[in-house]
């Protein structure tokens, strides 16, 4: 490559403000040589130095007596007794799911696996939270496409089952969806391993797939804004290869159970700089590497290549020396590159030498320490005002089957049947089958309950009932299995901090997310922040998503035997836990029926919410409860609807109480709200009555159709023809707008 | 009994069949790496799910060719017993140890749901825990799985007993051009297969995932049981 002169004009064209660059020439006493400037500037992108964020990620609860490892790892460590610990961690791949929908989404299940696996873990689920255009913008249907083939065809070949997951549509996100990945996996909790590198001497070890020139400068990209030149960006965009990611993992987990690793840490964002950077610095050691005995791919790369290509599935180790051999055998069995690169010094720098000659010399400290950090400024959010709860134009029976049918209230069965949900033989619940999914753990009678969820128009309403809302609707998922919630991930994604009025959305959100996370005893154990999610278009009009501070929650079923799902059972009588007081502001309701997005959304209640979500958990726990769902989109009547389909059962319905219209009642989305199913009534609202816990009589169970006298009277086969109907008219398969077919893409 | 699984590289449903074997047997099978060139001294070889060698070219293509695939073909040859489940099975077909081959399913996108199969097979222990004709629920979770045969080939496996397992309806209909029913298009919708001597037999879904009722149900069970019985 040729290389362009080091000056403020090419550290602009890398990211890097004017004082940020300034910064740089301070800390070097120098101009910095091209690949100085790249470390720099990746290690000073928003991805990876979180500079708008960290001030208010620090407010987050992060402990709790079950929590291992917090943020700052790989990825959160909690117990989840007997000697195991659950290790898990959501992150994003937003930008480059655009750009390339298979290979984005694909690439960022592969990411967050790899942060997973190199804690010591086998990853036992995935899960995801996708937020697509609105189904009528071009885009749409092609992103869709390669989105869930993405995921599937990394996933499936990995062997992890994808359990769960969650979908929006929303033009907002029309050129910049959101493609949020989950992991979870299990480990002894005496074999956890971190980053932080130990031992002057010791050799640094670099496994895994070669390194070539795809992906230069990845975190940069995801750290801009979007406009009509991003589709050129392609060449920046990650190639998956899930096949050798699975032998890096059975590699690895083979080596783990040997004491040869000190530590370890996989090249995700801004590849071999920030795997070296974090180790070193968290060791408090310094680092030297010789990039001649990188693998590389591709002949004549530079050393500033080298440093900043994000090619997949590669890791960085500090091993024992004298086990390094070792540790090549079971590398060299596995068909995996293993390559000596450097080795651990006293020097606090880093230096990186290339073709005999040193490409770059850094003092860690201060690439650490004076990091770039804002405290930016916000305005006052302006919320919307409540909403007075409109006429009902059509009746309940056709919004509802308006709502199953429409993009956000459809089935996803389309979408979770191209996921293979079952490899590993542990899937206890399947995706659809209850609130959360449930994996057992392998040789124990114990399970985890996973979810993923946020509703982002509650968030652009108030982004801290945003925020809030979130945690509680993931707790509330966990709860209605019979799960104990423990911990949750954060995947924080926004548009530009610059802009006052977004800074104030993450704000709030993540005040919001604190409040509720510290009022259920629900710590933050690791998360991820996505920023600059916007689009300029032509005319230079900036569209901001809705926000999106996306929750993955994970609890455990102590005896798995006692988990629930949400199908209606034969038989037994239907309760509703929790006030209704009628919230319609920000439905899906009042989009889907009125074509309004208004109002404010549904107040959240802590005190409530734990008060009824501790109440149901224990009446699952006593085996009084057969079938529970919470009640979130749609209110009431879809949560009726939906148990109804999964079960293949109707129910006879009282009305709804006096003083509350009935779409109101059953459209409404107030919160802390669960449906029961029971055969045994009595005991329940007994139990409900001593608790102090709002519990009323929603009807019986029984035929198969969903009935409200006089009101409504509806086929169960309707309303899964209807909820089955928007996906396969969406993606059409009929010959001339059939999908492309990646090359790519396997079986 | 004494039960290998092998593993290649990218398989990754070796665990799964693994404990279904325990859940019958209360024993755990051996599992053997693809690279050893000998397979002595086992009862029945069972070739499991996966993405073997990432199943870049044709799936199990590369599979097929793995030093232990010599040693597996030698064993059946001596009448041992293999089974090949998904990714086993397509192996077991580039390795022309069972006849056809798997085609990308119909529909060119990757299938996992539940799919009911009829038990047609005759004088086979894959088969011989169920009653000739019964229905069972079975996962399926693959992209190549459209099964294939010369219109001739298909013929004889039919005239011989030697369709294992047909795709069907929950009442056990069976109706080759519904893509509900026959979802990956198979020909004759044909599920799994036996060898001539009926002692190799492929099929593409997962009874390995439905061996316990906290699972989602024990419809997988009898394949197992029958081996179990004829094997001890």
Not at chain 1, 189 to 196: C, E, K, P, T
Not at chain 1, 361 to 390: F, S
Not at chain 2, 130 to 144: C, E, I, L, Q, T
Request: hydrophobic share 40%; glycine share 12%.
């Amino acid at each position: 490559m040729t290389a362009a002169p080091v000056d403020i004009e090419l550290a602009r064209s890398f990211g890097l403000k004017d004082d940020e660059y300034e910064t740089v020439l301070n800390i070097m006493g120098r101009t910095p040589s091209l690949t100085e400037l790249g470390i720099f500037s990746v290690m000073w992108s928003e991805h990876c130095s979180y500079k708008s964020s960290r001030l208010h990620l620090k407010t987050l609860p992060t402990k709790a007596p079950w929590v291992i490892h917090g943020p700052g790892e790989n990825a959160g460590v909690i117990d989840i007794g007997e000697g195991l610990a659950a290790v898990f961690k959501m992150e994003s791949h937003n930008h480059p799911s655009f750009i390339e929908p298979y290979q984005g989404a694909a690439t960022g299940v592969g990411g967050i696996l790899r942060d997973v696996f190199t804690m010591g873990a086998r990853p036992i689920a995935n899960l995801n939270a996708l937020r697509f255009g609105d189904a009528s913008h071009k885009d749409t249907k092609r992103v869709v496409d390669g989105v869930v083939r993405g995921i599937g065809g990394y996933g499936n070949c990995m062997g992890v089952p994808t359990v769960g997951g969650e979908v929006n549509f929303h033009s907002s996100y029309n050129c910049n969806p959101l493609v949020n990945a989950m992991t979870v996996g299990i480990a002894r909790q005496d074999r956890i391993f971190l980053s932080a590198a130990a031992g002057v001497g010791n050799p640094v070890v670099y496994v895994g797939s070669k390194t070539g020139r795809d992906g230069i400068h990845g975190a940069t990209m995801s750290s801009a804004e979007f406009d009509s030149e991003s589709s050129s960006k392609r060449p920046t965009v990650q190639v998956g290869d899930p096949f050798t990611e699975k032998l890096l993992l059975e590699a690895c987990l083979e080596l783990m159970a040997t004491d040869a690793v000190i530590s370890i840490q996989d090249m995700g964002a801004a590849g071999l700089t920030s795997s070296a950077v974090e180790m070193a610095s968290k060791g408090g050691v310094g680092i030297d590497l010789e990039l001649d005995h990188v693998p590389q791919r591709e002949p004549n790369m530079h050393a500033y290549e080298m440093m900043l290509s994000e090619s997949q599935e590669r890791m960085l180790m500090v091993l024992r020396p004298d086990r390094t051999e070792e540790a090549r055998r079971i590398f060299e069995k596995w068909e995996l590159d293993f390559a000596i690169v450097g080795k651990l010094t006293d020097s606090g720098r880093i230096i990186v030498r290339h073709n005999g000659k040193v490409e770059a010399d850094i003092p860690l400290g201060p690439l650490a320490d004076e990091a770039p950090i804002y405290d930016r400024p916000t305005v006052v959010y302006e919320r919307q005002p409540a909403l007075v709860a409109p006429a009902d134009p059509c009746g309940i029976e056709a919004g509802l089957c308006r709502l199953l049918a429409g993009a956000n209230g459809a089935s996803r069965a389309w979408i979770w049947n191209q996921y293979d949900s079952g490899v590993g033989g542990q899937t206890v619940q399947r995706p659809g089958g209850a609130d959360a999914a449930i994996v057992r753990v392998e040789g124990t009678d114990r399970a985890l309950a996973m979810t993923t969820d946020c509703t982002p128009r509650y968030g652009q309403a108030d982004p801290y009932v945003g925020g809030a809302q979130a945690v509680l609707e993931v707790w509330r998922n966990l709860t209605a299995t019979g799960a104990t919630p423990l911990a949750m991930t954060d995947n924080l994604n926004f548009a530009s901090p610059e802009n006052p009025r977004i800074m104030a959305q993450f704000v709030e959100a993540v005040k919001g997310i604190g409040d509720a996370g510290r009022a259920l005893d629900f710590p933050v154990v690791s998360g991820n922040v996505s920023l600059y999610n916007e689009t300029r278009g032509d005319d230079g009009s900036v569209t901001a998503i809705q926000p999106a501070p996306v929750i993955g929650g994970v609890g455990v079923l102590d005896d798995v035997r006692k988990a629930v799902g949400l199908a209606m059972p034969q038989d037994g009588e239907l309760l509703l836990v929790g006030e209704t007081r009628g919230e319609l502001g920000q439905s899906i309701w009042l989009k889907e029926i009125l074509g309004r997005e208004e109002g404010a959304p549904p107040a959240v209640d802590f005190t409530a919410e734990r008060r009824n979500g501790d109440f149901v958990r224990e009446q699952i726990q006593k085996g009084l409860v057969d079938a529970c769902h919470d009640v979130s989109d749609g209110g009431l009547i879809v949560a009726l609807a939906e148990m109804a389909m999964a079960g293949d059962r109707g129910c006879i319905l009282e009305k709804g109480p006096a003083g509350l219209a009935e779409h109101v009642y059953w459209f409404a989305e107030d919160q802390a709200r669960y449906v029961l199913a029971t055969k045994q009534a009595d005991a329940v609202l007994e139990a409900a009555q001593a608790a102090g816990v709002p519990v009323s009589r929603l009807g019986r169970i029984g035929g198969d159709v969903l009935k409200l006298d006089g009101v409504m009277a509806v086929s169960v086969e309707h309303l899964r023809k209807q909820h089955a109907s928007f996906f396969p008219r969406f993606m059409g398969q009929k010959e001339e707008d059939a999908p492309v077919v990646h090359l790519d893409e396997i079986s | 009994m004494k039960t290998g699984i092998v593993v290649f590289p990218g398989t990754n449903r070796e665990r799964d069949m693994a404990q279904a074997f325990r859940v019958v047997s209360g024993r755990t099978p051996q599992m053997l790496w693809h690279q050893q060139d000998s397979v002595e001294g086992f009862d029945l070889i069972v070739l499991p799910g996966g993405f073997s060698f990432g199943d870049y070219l044709r799936s199990g293509a590369m599979g097929a060719h793995s030093p232990i695939m010599k040693a597996v073909r030698q064993f059946a040859e001596k009448g041992g017993y293999v089974l090949g489940v998904c990714n086993g099975f397509q192996i077991l077909t580039e390795a022309q140890m069972l006849p056809g081959a798997l085609l990308r399913n119909a529909g060119m996108r990757f299938l996992s749901q539940d799919c009911h199969l009829k038990v047609e097979g005759r004088d086979s222990i894959f088969t011989s825990g169920w009653k000739h004709g019964d229905v069972f629920r079975a996962p399926m979770a693959h992209g190549d799985g459209n099964y294939t045969a010369a219109p001739d080939v298909l013929d004889r496996l039919e005239g011989e007993g030697r369709v294992a397992f047909r795709y069907c309806t929950a009442e056990g209909q069976v109706k080759d051009g519904d893509e509900h029913v026959n979802m990956n298009g198979s020909a004759r919708s044909i599920a799994g297969v036996l060898s001539e001597n009926r002692r190799v037999c492929g099929l593409m879904p997962h009874p390995e995932n439905l061996t316990e009722e906290i699972l989602g149900g024990t419809d997988g069970l009898p394949l197992f049981n029958g081996i179990m019985e004829a094997l001890g």
